[in-house]
């Protein structure tokens, strides 16, 4: 089998790290990769949202299965381009994208269907936000509709604020929206849950603790992800029940009743509160940096698991994962999530061991003249499987003191609420 990796993230470099562990894969290509997939697999230089070029170089390179990362060429087609080329593709379609690419959209499907979600209201002028905003109570949270790199939410304290933000949304602050979300603040403890569905049925794929904010102590700015862990002690028997029957069965067959099955992996963003899951947001893909603690502790080959997707063979699947803990923290450019610089060299990440329980995945570089180099805010995740949590994040942490950089930054505290709380 030859495989075709899309993105350049370390979610595709921890999925191409597990595919290539797999017996039954004989190449991968990566496009366009970072300096981490290139040590597994072939990059190929393209840009992503050019689907023709991307068809180009799968038939060029014999690929038999197309594995989408990201959520930008999901949203955009790119499932329902290369099938109607009849390339093998896995990853949900244009519609169904809308899961993500629509916060209007997803909202809706919830109203409908009962989903417990935030409350909300949805906006195509200042006007009307503007009367919704005075009316509700603070914090309010702001999204912009479409895709905006997780940058789209501002959480507001006070009613300016949330006029300011509103205005910025319709203003087109992020191409992608011309509609803003206004919802209820929901308090809790957040958690990724994932499963992969196939035309029949749906499986378990795994759950994790992402921190969102910038700095430590969850105070800051949102970001992509500051770092992960796995699994996590939220989520019990009772709470997994509750996600299946509240949120996760109710939005398949809502995708069924309006003719687009929903195909892939999909990630629910939760808000747990009081052993209660509310869904904050639908992601169409695994998430990064979440997939990273996900890909260390996957027992299964990764291969036969969205192959047995693709047969509509899930419900006849065992997925195992490794009872141990993994956790990973994010090494990001200073500056990060506003202006960083870039092509700034890291140095000796070729004498830090990599192995089973230790890995560095790269999201944001590049190796040029045997040199590697920073390519983005998020630049690598420093991966531990290990006993428990605290060992997982010692050893993480003697890892990132290795790495030569000095324009790097990284949270110390990642798993904080479970860690200081003993909750290991
Ligand atoms: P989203 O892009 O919708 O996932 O939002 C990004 C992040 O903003 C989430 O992961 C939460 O940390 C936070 N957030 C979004 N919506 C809410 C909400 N209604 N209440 C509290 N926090 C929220
Ligand atoms: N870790 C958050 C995301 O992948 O969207």
């Keep these: 089998m030859n495989l075709a990796v899309i993105g350049s993230g370390g979610r595709e470099h921890s999925i191409c790290y597990k595919l290539k562990q797999s ?57 329902d381009y ?4 009849n390339i093998k593709v ?44 005075k009316k509700n109570e603070m914090p309010l949270v702001i999204k912009a509709d479409g895709l905006a790199a997780g940058k789209g939410v501002v959480i507001c304290a006070s009613v300016n604020e949330a006029l300011k933000s509103a205005k910025e949304v ?23 849950y994932f499963i992969i569905v196939d ?9 994790a603790q992402d921190h969102k904010r910038v700095g430590e102590g969850d105070v800051g700015p949102n970001t992509g992800g500051m770092g992960a862990y796995s699994p996590p002690p939220l989520l019990n028997n009772q709470l997994e029940e509750k996600i299946k029957k509240k949120i996760i ?10 003719g687009y099955p929903y195909k892939g992996f999909l990630y629910a963003g939760l808000m747990i509160k009081k052993n209660e899951p509310y869904l904050i947001e639908y992601n169409i ?12 502790r996957l027992k299964t080959d990764l291969f036969k698991v969205i192959n047995s997707a693709i047969n509509n063979e899930l419900d006849n699947l ?60 998020r630049v690598l995740n420093v991966t531990t499987l290990s006993k428990n949590l605290t060992d997982a994040r010692e050893k993480s942490l003697i890892t990132l003191k290795k790495i030569n950089w000095n324009d790097g930054f990284f949270r110390k505290d990642i798993g904080w609420k479970v860690i200081e709380n003993k909750k290991i």
């Design 285 to 296: 893909r695994m998430g990064d940096p979440e997939c990273q603690v996900l890909m260390m």
């Design 170 to 192: 319709l203003s087109g602050k992020f191409k992608s929206s011309k509609k803003l979300v206004v919802e209820e603040f929901l308090q809790g403890e957040e958690l990724s």
């Design 23 to 79: 017996s039954k894969i004989k190449n991968i290509i990566c496009i366009p990769g970072n300096a981490g997939t290139r040590k597994i697999a072939k990059n190929i230089e393209a840009d992503i949202s050019n689907f023709k070029s991307v068809y180009k170089i799968i038939k060029k390179n014999n690929i038999d299965l197309v594995i989408i990362g990201p959520e930008q060429p999901l949203v955009d087609g790119i499932v």
């Design 249 to 258: 069965e109710p939005t398949l067959s809502a995708m069924k009743k309006l």
């Design 318 to 377: 065992k997925i195992e994962w490794n009872k141990e803990s993994c956790i990973t923290i994010v090494l990001c450019s200073k500056g990060y999530p506003a202006n960083y610089i870039n092509n700034s060299e890291i140095k000796n990440l070729s004498s830090i061991i990599n192995d089973n329980n230790n890995q560095i995945f790269h999201a944001g570089t590049y190796e040029k003249n045997n040199r590697i180099f920073s390519n983005g805010g």
């Design 199 to 207: 035309d029949t049925s749906y499986h378990f794929f795994g759950a």
């Design 90 to 133: 896995f990853g949900p379609n244009k519609f169904a994208s809308q899961l993500e690419g629509s916060k209007a959209f997803m909202k809706n499907l919830c109203k409908k269907n009962n989903i417990p979600t935030a409350k909300f209201g949805v906006f195509d002028n200042f006007e009307d936000a503007s009367n919704f905003i």
């Design 82 to 85: 290369l099938d109607e080329k």
